[in-house]
């Protein structure tokens, strides 16, 4: 009786639901009702808006835009959350304009709108225009165009207003404020900390009263994560607390300069190059130089580069990457970020720790295998993923031990090369250096130079055009370039 009655109710309830009809969902195309009430009253340098809110029950917000009346370009815009009922303009300039009130609903949609045009005889000075922003690895550039007298006239209803511009005034983060001449047209903002950032632009005026507001956010910066700033003793540069990977030199050689031939020339045209610090490393020693740049050495058992893309054998992509020519380090370090290779004394210095050093033997320890990878270990690949050993004072991996870097400086040779090449720390095999792959390459038969140990420096005797393995690669930014624009490789090549 109760499976019966059981297969009563189910059934009944099958037949209710398949009775049902769809519920069908609509969406409100109606746009809420306009404010009411609306007043507009002139204060000194601003103007103030009152008005009474709709009834409508979606009801969301309240758009105020003002407009310039001469060009219709709109001056500002601001929503307003419900029973609100006032909003202030700021720092309005003088001007000819009309302001529009909409509503929002709450499926974003506008009404037509309330409009009411006003003549506002202002004191308030013109802000710079044409605003234009950057962040470059933890810089800020600011640049806006020069204003000029008749930036500072303004004529309403026939009659010329005039307000000269006493300053400019820059404002970084809520805290950092930055004073400028009435004739700047930019700022640059160095040494930034990871993390996300604001900037407001805005002038004083000779009466006292200052300009409306620019104001825009930043993506967070995340440069502290890759670099760290060394200082003392006369120094004062960035450097990356890890050695290049291959994933990263592959990016680079493959995606950013699509290159996909046998020796990876670069072409430069001498002639456009600046001969400054940053650049003259392009023109080498040798007075014959065409300005054609090889990135990569080659071995084809180790990885290669052809048109069925990158294949490396030997090397991880998350591993340091170690045949690299120095031409390639240096373009690497110059296109990315504004850098170089470091020099001999650089390195040493960062390597010891800075000013925070220990006096360690190697870079963060006075044992060379807490800090790292010696050898080959006879094993599939060379060189490790970077980063995975313990760090030094400063929280740079990797400067003992591992891929060989490359340095700035080169052995002269004036007559076929720019010079030969010197690397510096990381892991070489026998004291032979170079050896051959007969002789014992593992952890412990290896050559682990401390870092006053002359035989941390080696010179390889290779042309800067030329690589072999196990010569990688560690970025440095000079902290006086780590404030000038990228370099925008097209201007240059051929």
Known sequence: MKRKLLSFILGGIIFLSGCQKALELTSDSTPPGEVSQLQLEKLDVSVKLTWVDPKDKDFKAVKLTIYNADNQNQVRSVDVLPDSLKYTFESLAAGNYFVKVQTRDKENQLSEGVEIPFVFLSK?????????????????????DSLTSKDYETVVEGQKLVEPVDSIIVVVDNTTKIKLQATA???????????????????KGHSGYYSGIYQQGFDPITFGEKFVRVQGDGF??????????????????????GILE?????????????????????????????????????????????????????????????????????????LNYNGRCPTQNEWLYAAKGGPLSHGYDYAGSNDPDEVGWWGWDNGTTFLKPVGQK?????????????????????????????????????????SHFWGNEGEDFSPDNVLKPKLTDP???????????????????RVLIPHEDIVRLPVNRHKYER
Not at 124 to 144: E, F, G, M
Not at 185 to 203: E, F
Not at 315 to 330: H, Q, R, V
Not at 456 to 461: E, N
């Open 124 to 144: 308030s000075p013109v802000n710079v225009k044409n605003i234009r922003t950057a962040v470059y690895w933890n810089v800020l550039h600011l640049d806006w």
């Open 185 to 203: 047209t930019g700022a640059v903002i160095p040494d930034l900390s990871d993390g996300n950032h604001s900037v407001k632009i805005y002038t």
């Open 236 to 257: 004062d540069f960035y450097i990356a607390r890890y050695e290049v990977t291959t994933e990263e030199y592959r990016k680079f050689i493959v995606d950013d300069l």
């Open 262 to 334: 046998a020796y990876a020339p670069y072409l430069v045209d001498p002639s456009k190059v600046e001969a400054d610090a940053r650049y003259k490393w392009w023109y080498g020693t040798d007075p014959k130089y065409t300005g054609t740049l090889y990135l990569l050495g080659f071995n084809s058992w180790e990885f290669t580069l052809d048109a069925g893309g990158w294949q490396c054998n030997r090397y991880l992509p998350n591993a340091a990457f170690g045949k690299i020519t120095w031409e390639g380090a240096m373009l690497y370090s110059l």
């Open 390 to 430: 313990k760090p030094n004072e400063l929280g740079i991996y990797d400067m003992s031990g591992n891929a060989g870097e490359i340095l700035y400086e080169v052995d002269p040779n004036g007559t076929i090369s720019t010079g030969k090449t010197i690397i510096i720390g990381g892991s070489f095999g026998p």
């Open 455 to 473: 035989e941390i420096v080696k010179h390889t005797g290779l042309q800067t055009y030329n690589g072999l393995w196990r010569m990688g690669i």
